[in-house]
């Protein structure tokens, strides 16, 4: 009797699996497999070549040279000073953008939560550096601070932070803040809409139930607002960080990593290797360097992310 | 037409079983209603007898046929989702015809049979309506009649009623039951509101666990209960349970009061007398079986509910019937009516039901 | 907290300088932009940094398109963002539809996979990713730039897709299919015609990031024909860096398509930014 129910069920079992495995295990696959192709055929393969890339000696100005090299590149990388100096760089960019953002972001969410006349067309002029094309924005502002043409040099001639209406994008010690001020124009919508989304998923209740409870406008802010957004603030931003430090593209443009490498960050080092030098063992070492420095900053990531979201 | 047969049914995501060897056999135009707490398994089994959910193991079977692996639109069978489900880029008309507009039926045999089902559901002014533009008993209206107009061979119902509310959940209650005896159609239902089980059901099924407790008519659940589960899901307001221990024909409850129970009993370890709060009786101070002071009272109208508490015992809940002049902290006797005592095992399996009074 | 705002007038003052500097801080580029475009030649260098020009003209505009190769590049653009947006649409709802319906073996690794691809510096592949290309011969060709754009959006594209579909009730589906649908058939007669606005809404997210990209198209691209609008106007703006009515002109022409999107899209910014999280 046992035996009987026993083999009654595993032929029915095993009937089952086969329409099992065809909705569950290659259906979803028929849907999925163009996207894993192309992501296969164009990032990963690629990704993996590039490590190779980095023991290699692949420059296309010196064709007779190809080879393994093994761990050449990476000692030249060692030695190089201007790697060090773009890693410096990198930090700047990405704290400099990042806080700038930020803050302004904050501001503009807190801003657009509040009730006033035309807030529409408001909020759809605030976000429009957002749409424009990063190399529109990176090329606008280089026109801004260049003297004969744009008003900024003069302006802060005016105010008294320049000696004289000079394009500060040629000064060594100021460069950097060229592309930081265009990277912030472009980055405050990014802030200030995932802010809002989240500053508007507080639910109104809380703040009623503060007023009675008698809470002042910034014991509100500071009380029941922050606390809300910490999730949310910390996992944008952190994700922000490495999306900025990644960017070259405002560098390239503005400056092309000058004058005198004081606006180079990794990634636009990385491109300028490539692209001007065509040394494409050296820049995939830099590359790697990179992606180690990300997958460390990754790992800590995820760890705090664990931390905060609870829920 | 269709009888189900479901045999040692099992369902498992992953490595978890969530449900086993479920056994149940539906009757051709036989309404029956999967009833339990949320979790129980009833959606589950709902869906897998449409086809929406895999089975993990055993048979089901429609007319003799297995199904198991058969696709949901080959089993023809309606359903009438808890959401309704109506697309929202149709119209009433074309939501209640696409069943046939996927077979390829001509367009005025659609429209014929359409404008037919709506009429008997009042809907015939509303066929250029969009789901949004319709209210929820509307709503709720077209998901039955899309599932009518199939003609299908079993109808299956989701929780179908719990988005309305209560008043025309009663007048959808009676559509519904109008529309069994109509079609005669093999039904399935589910719900968790046991007035709907009750009232509907031919057979109802309890469901916990993912096992059936129970089978069985409205009736047979209310007055035999298997196990504690279904005594106290089947019934409202909740039978009361009291710890007992044995005694010489019969039990003692905690507070010392001794009842007497008919001799097929053989207690020999503690357990538990189940009474629903319309078995008990009230009489005036002194006079019962034991004395309870009255905490609560609700006036409900046609009846009043007590809620009492017993010294030793604890609170009890007791109905009567009409309007009674009680106060809370009123002193007041309580007998049981001893033929509608229930008596579970420590396991809280049911030894015995309507026991007869012994002594 | 709006009524106290309302009351008190050096919150208001505050609020309205608030406005006035966004609006300042996010417009004056653009209208900077726009200025030097239409002032013509021979006023640039005398009322440069003048607010306002005293005279304006369209020359500078008629002299890029017809006087210059920008209609091409604006053409070579047109047709890599408008391939590239529609192919990756395609794809990334089979894929979205996968995520946001079935429950399969890998699915975790492949959407770590996919968040880690948004991760990587995507610099990193350039130089594999050029001799690859070169290898097939495909260097200065418009496709292998649809291709590259493709993979580098899908995975963007695939988490924005799913989250359409995640907003469309399974019940809908399922509906369909008791009712004698195949699941391809409730795809298309049921799922899609619903999640019509977001396929339109990943469409503008796609074709705002092709239009926009630079790096890649100009190590892929050398040749005049084939350029694209931003390596066109960055070879504009090395060669003739002195023309700046015309590179500003230019500048405002690659504008329009990702405004006109921009308008198209903005309703699902925050179902964009916040799904896919890291992209710009």
Redesign the interface.
């Known amino acids: 009797m046992i035996a009987n129910t026993h083999t009654s069920v595993t032929s029915g079992e095993t009937r089952a699996r086969r329409s099992f495995y065809w909705r569950y295990m290659v259906e979803p696959y028929f849907y999925l497999s163009p996207a894993l192709i192309l992501i296969g055929v164009v990032m990963l393969v690629p990704l993996i070549v590039g490590i190779s890339y980095s023991f290699q000696s692949i420059a296309l100005l010196k064709p007779f040279d190809t080879g393994w090299v093994g761990l050449e590149n990476y000692a030249a990388l060692w030695d190089d000073r201007k790697f060090w100096l773009a890693l410096e760089n990198t930090f700047r960019w990405t704290i400099g953008s990042l806080s700038l953002q930020f803050l302004l972001g904050l501001g503009l969410a807190l801003l657009l939560n509040t009730q006033f006349r035309g807030k529409r067309l408001f909020q759809a002029l605030v976000f429009l550096p957002w749409a424009v094309p990063t190399f529109l924005s990176a090329l606008t502002w280089a026109w801004l601070f260049n003297p004969v043409i744009g008003p900024l040099p003069h302006w802060l001639h005016d105010l008294g932070l320049l000696s004289e209406p000079y394009n500060i994008l040629g000064d060594p010690d100021l460069a950097i803040w060229g592309p930081i001020t265009a990277n912030v124009w472009f980055g405050v919508p990014f802030f200030a809409i995932t802010l809002l989304a989240a500053l508007q998923s507080i639910p109104s209740e809380l703040y009623e139930a503060a007023e009675m409870d008698g809470a002042s406008a910034w014991q509100c802010f500071t009380k029941i607002t922050l606390p809300f957004l910490a999730p949310m603030i910390a996992i944008t931003v952190m994700l922000r960080t490495i999306w900025i430090a990644n960017f070259a593209d405002m560098i390239y443009v503005m400056t092309g990593g000058g004058p005198a490498n004081s606006t180079q960050i990794l990634s636009s080092y990385i491109f300028t290797t490539a692209f001007r030098k065509l040394d494409f063992g050296y820049a995939s070492a830099i590359a790697v360097a990179l992606l180690g420095l990300l997958l460390i900053y990754a790992v800590i990531l995820l760890f705090v992310r664990q931390k905060l979201v609870k829920v | 037409m269709a009888r189900m047969e479901i045999k040692n049914l099992m369902k498992r995501y992953g490595q978890t079983e969530v449900m086993r060897d479920i056994n149940l056999d539906i009757k051709d135009g036989e309404f029956i209603v999967l009833v339990g707490p949320s979790g129980c398994g009833k959606s589950t089994l709902l869906r897998m007898i449409a086809g929406l959910e895999p089975i993990s193991g055993g048979e089901f079977l429609i007319d003799g046929l297995r199904m198991n692996d058969m696709r949901p639109r080959d089993r023809d069978i309606a359903m009438v989702f808890q959401s309704y489900a109506l697309y929202p880029h149709m119209d009433v008309e074309r939501n209640m015809g696409f069943s046939m507009e996927i077979r390829g039926d001509d367009k005025i045999k659609r429209k014929q049979r359409v404008l037919e089902a709506a009429k008997v559901l009042g809907l015939e002014n509303l066929l250029s309506r969009y789901p949004k533009e319709l209210s929820g008993g509307q709503r709720q209206r077209v998901a039955m009649g899309r599932a009518i107009i199939r003609d299908p061979r079993a109808f299956l119902f989701d929780e179908p009623l719990s988005n309305l509310d209560a008043s025309l959940r009663v007048e959808m209650r009676l559509e519904i039951a109008r529309l069994h005896k109509r079609l005669g159609a093999t039904m399935v239902y589910v719900t968790h509101d046991q007035v709907e089980a009750l009232t509907l059901a031919d057979r109802i099924v309890v469901l916990e666990g993912g096992n059936i407790q129970q089978v069985g008519s409205p009736l047979e659940l209310y007055e035999r209960p298997a196990n504690r589960f279904v005594a106290q899901f089947i019934g409202s307001p909740t039978m009361n349970i009291i710890p007992v221990s044995p005694a010489k024909n019969g039990v003692t409850l905690a507070n010392g009061t001794k009842i007497s129970l008919s001799d097929m009993l053989d207690l020999n370890a503690a357990a538990e007398l189940g009474i629903r709060p319309e078995h008990i009786d009230v009489l005036p101070y002194g006079t019962g079986d034991f004395d309870a002071e009255s905490e609560v009272v609700e006036h409900l109208g046609s009846d009043t509910n007590l809620f009492v508490r017993v010294d030793g015992i604890g609170p009890l809940m007791v109905r009567v019937h009409g309007n009674v002049p009680n106060q809370p902290g009123d002193k007041i006797g309580l007998r049981f009516q001893l033929h509608n005592t229930h008596i579970f095992s420590a396991d809280g399996q049911s030894l015995g039901q309507r026991i007869t009074l012994a002594a | ?2 009524d ?2 309302r009351r008190n007038p050096m919150l208001m003052m505050g ?1 309205s300088a ?2 006035t500097f ?2 300042t ?3 004056f ?2 209208y ?2 726009l200025k ?1 475009a239409l002032t013509p030649d021979r006023l ?2 005398t009322e ?2 003048n ?1 306002a020009p005293s005279e304006i003209t369209f020359s500078n505009f008629t002299s890029v398109l017809f006087k210059t190769d920008f209609l091409s590049y604006f053409g070579n653009s047109l047709i890599v963002s408008l391939g590239t947006a529609a192919v990756t649409t395609v ?2 709802a ?2 979205g ?2 995520f946001s ?5 890998g ?1 975790k690794i ?1 959407i770590a ?2 968040l880690i ?1 948004q ?14 290309i070169a290898s097939f011969g495909l260097l200065n060709s418009l496709s292998s730039l649809i ?2 754009y ?3 959006n ?2 963007f594209a ?1 988490f924005l897709m799913q989250s359409f579909f995640d907003g469309i ?1 399974r ?2 589906e ?10 391809f ?1 409730a795809l298309r ?2 799922v899609i ?2 999640t019509l606005p977001g396929l339109g809404a990943t469409l503008g997210f796609v074709f ?1 990031a092709a ?2 990209e ?2 890649f198209a ?2 892929l691209i050398s040749k005049n024909d084939t350029m694209t609008f ?1 390596v066109g ?2 070879t504009f ?1 090395s060669k003739f860096s002195v023309d ?1 009515g015309q ?2 002109a230019a ?1 405002v022409l ?2 329009i398509p ?2 006109l ?3 198209f899209i ?1 309703r699902y ?2 179902q964009g ?2 799904s896919g ?4």
């Open positions: 907290m709006s106290t705002t609020k608030a406005i966004y609006l801080f996010a417009l580029p653009l900077w932009l030097i640039i260098f440069g940094t607010l794809i990334a089979g894929a539809y996968a319906r079935f429950h399969f073996s699915k492949i996979v996919m691809t991760m990587f510096p995507l610099l990193m592949i350039i130089a594999p990713i050029y001799k690859i291709i590259v493709t993979a580098f899908i995975p695939t009730p019940d809908l399922e509906a369909a299919m008791m009712e004698g649908c195949t699941r058939q007669k049921v015609p619903l705002t239009w926009s630079l790096l100009l190590m931003p106007l960055l703006v700046w590179m500003m500048g690659a504008l990702s405004c999107f921009f308008i903005q910014l925050v930014l916040t999280a890291v992209k710009g």
